[in-house]
């Protein structure tokens, strides 16, 4: 597409079309830096209007090692919505959007860990049970033996009675 250069009429500053095309489950509109987006209809934003960003700057530190602080700078609103799946500019198509990828155990040494975390962060006890029953092929399949199941199973009653007693 060529790069049609726009102009405000007031300012006589370059603009930018910024379209938000909302993802399955995300709203009709947003906020972002003072402006308000409605889903698929363009917004036209100056080139010089900015949003405070965290951004790394590597560091010299007195005994020569390098460190990675974050300095906040002013970078245009253009700029951003470039590389955000939920922004068109100027007709472009938004870059691809990134799909998470879940993290589960391969070995019984993971599977530990993750058991821990997860029950650790429970909130209902049926939700526990149930989910330790859900979980019986995954423990399978990472190899975890009796002494792994007992290790974990202190933590998982003790937790399911915390659990129980705020219901």
């Known amino acids: 597409m060529a790069d049609i250069q726009q102009k405000d009429a007031k300012s006589n500053q370059p603009v930018d079309d910024i379209t938000y095309i909302p993802g399955e489950g995300d709203p009709a509109k947003v906020k972002w830096n003072g402006l308000e987006f409605k889903a698929h209809i363009p917004i036209k934003v100056s080139r010089s209007h900015t949003v405070l960003v965290p951004l790394p700057v590597e560091v010299t530190a007195p005994d020569g090692s390098r460190l990675t602080r974050h300095v906040e700078k002013r970078v245009p609103m253009v700029e951003l919505a470039k590389n955000n799946p939920s922004f068109s500019v100027n007709g472009e198509t938004p870059i691809a959007r990134k799909m998470g990828t879940q ?45 792994d199941i007992a290790y974990l199973m202190p933590f998982f009653h003790a937790r399911l009675e915390e659990t129980k007693a705020a219901a």
């Open 103 to 147: 993290r589960v155990p391969t070995n019984s040494d993971e599977d530990r860990g993750y058991c821990i975390a997860w029950i650790a962060a429970s909130t209902a006890a049926s939700a526990m049970n149930a989910r330790w029953e859900a979980e019986a092929e995954l423990r399978a399949k990472c190899g975890c033996d009796d002494r």
